[in-house]
Structures are given as C-alpha cells and as structure tokens.
C-alpha cells in the first residue's frame, strides 16, 4: 500500500486559518501570540526565527523541550516536529516567517540558507540574548513589517527580502558568538547524546534497534544505553519509541489516512503490530485515537 506523508502547513495556511492580516503571502513579521498552531504536534514548510517578549512557554523540536523567558532567541527549520507544549496567559512573542522561495532570486544564492550556523542541523535550537541584542532584533522585525506595507512603493518586497537577509546574517553573527561558548559546556556524553536525537530523527521510521544507532556513533550499543540514560532520564528505547508515537500522532490526525496507511507508513509489519504498539504507549487504540481528535 502506497504511504502517505505528513502534510505540510504552509505559510498561506498559517496565515488565512489564524485570521492574520497580512499583505503578502511568503514571509510573515507579527506579534500576535495566535500565529502558535494548536497544541498538537505539526511540520511547517517554512523557516521562522522569533523573541519571546513577554510570559514564558515551553516547545518541543523534534521532541527536545525547550523554555521560552523573555529574551529567548530561537530559529527553527522546515520539516522539523514542533509541539507547542505550554505556554502561560501573558505569553508573547515576535516572529518572523518566511519560505525559502521568497529568498530565491537573482542576486541571492539559493543554497544562502545552508550557510547560516543558526539553520544548521546541529545548531541549539535557542539562545539567550542581552536586553539590548533583543531589542535591536525587534527594531529590525519592525522595520520589515513598516517597509513591507509601503504598498505605494514599486521595490517594497525586493527592501523586504535583503531587510530580511540582514537580520538573518545578524542572528547568525549571535549565534555563532554563543554556540562556540555553549558547546564548549557540553560534555563528550551530552555531545554523543544530542548526536543520538539527530540522528533518530532521521532513520526512526526504518531503524528501532539501539544497535543500529550505536554502529553509527561508533560506540558499543551498552555504552550508548548507558550514557542516554545518564543524560536524558530516558532509556534509549524509550526515546525511539517516543519519535514513533509523535510521528503516528501527527499522522492520525490527517484526515485523508486510515490506519492502515498509518502503520505503512511507520513500517510496521501489519496493522495489528502497530494498533498494539501504540494501545500500549497511548492508552487507546489507533482508532479510538482518530475519533478522540476528530
């Protein structure tokens, strides 16, 4: 049976569903705190950047937890899992969102993206800034936001596009000054660890084994065991088993997929396996699951 693959939001999406009112549809400055999708797990198909201005929230990146306090900096790439996991009432943050296709174009080099360390696969998803790097960012999401509304003007998306460029070197620049500082604080276990959650997130629909995923860290599968365990709280098994029940979470809230095009798609033997696998994680059964959330 052919799988099927988490759709997209897309920034469009984002935009009409939450009732923003936006001129353009490829890249988003906003201060409103319901631009957050529900608190279910989704994939987006843009890049967003943001400061947390006010209150506190806790989100989840490929299921790594993160706090937001005012003055948090984070960027976050398409195609990553997040889960809006709590957020207090005051809650408030600044963000800007943008496709890749709108950086596209003549002058700009299409792989400019890749370059940046704040986009890397191995970047800390955020970063605490001063009040005053803080701010000089929010003037910067302001000033796109003032200049991308100057409808009159016949260049207003070409200002936007290298405004944005700008502030994504400058955010860049940040995060190189702290990353180089925060890994140095990171021990050989906590590195392996962060090693271990990347690459889980990109095998753990075909790989389950704690064997396969020692093989490629070139550790034994025991010390590998022991050093998650050590770092996370968790076992190994328990992680991959998590990765596994997000992504079947995320899944079975699409309207368009039975079960069966669940398990497939997860790889599982049969849809018995997976109806058990996941009854024993979640409390119900797949499809009391999808009724639950419909």
């Known amino acids: 049976m052919k799988t099927v ?114 986009f890397q696969p191995d970047a800390f998803a955020t970063i605490s800034l001063d009040p005053s790097e803080a701010e000089n960012l929010l003037q910067f999401f302001s000033f796109i936001k003032e200049q991308s509304a100057r409808m009159e003007h016949p260049h207003r998306k070409e200002i936007a596009k290298n405004l944005i460029i700008s502030v994504l070197y400058e955010i860049d620049g940040l995060y190189q000054q702290q990353s180089s500082v925060l890994k140095r604080k990171l021990t050989r276990k906590e590195e392996l660890h962060k090693q271990f959650q990347d690459m889980l997130f990109a095998h753990f629909k075909e790989e389950r084994t704690v064997k396969f995923y020692a093989e490629a860290l070139y550790v034994s599968p025991k010390y590998l065991m022991e050093v998650i365990k050590e770092v996370s709280g968790k076992t190994a098994g328990e992680l991959i088993d998590e990765a596994v029940i997000l992504e079947a979470k995320v899944l079975l809230r699409v309207p368009e997929l039975n079960v069966s095009q669940v398990s497939d798609t997860l790889h599982f033997p049969d849809q018995s396996f997976f109806g058990k696998f996941f009854k024993k994680h979640v409390g119900v059964s797949p499809s009391e699951y999808m009724n639950l959330n419909e």
């Open 5 to 118: 693959a988490i759709p997209e939001v897309t920034l469009p999406q984002l935009i009409s569903e939450r009732g923003l009112d936006e001129l353009d549809r490829d890249f988003l400055v906003t201060e409103e705190v319901n631009w957050i999708p529900p608190t279910y797990a989704f994939r987006h198909a843009f890049y967003f950047v943001g400061i947390c201005t006010g209150g506190f929230g806790k989100v989840k990146f490929n299921l790594q937890e993160y706090t937001l306090r005012p003055n948090t900096l984070f960027s976050v790439t398409p195609q990553l899992i997040t889960q809006i996991a709590e957020r207090s009432p005051d809650a408030k943050v600044s963000v800007l969102i943008f496709t890749k296709q709108f950086l596209s174009g003549k002058q700009i080099d299409s792989h400019f993206l890749d370059t940046l360390i704040c």
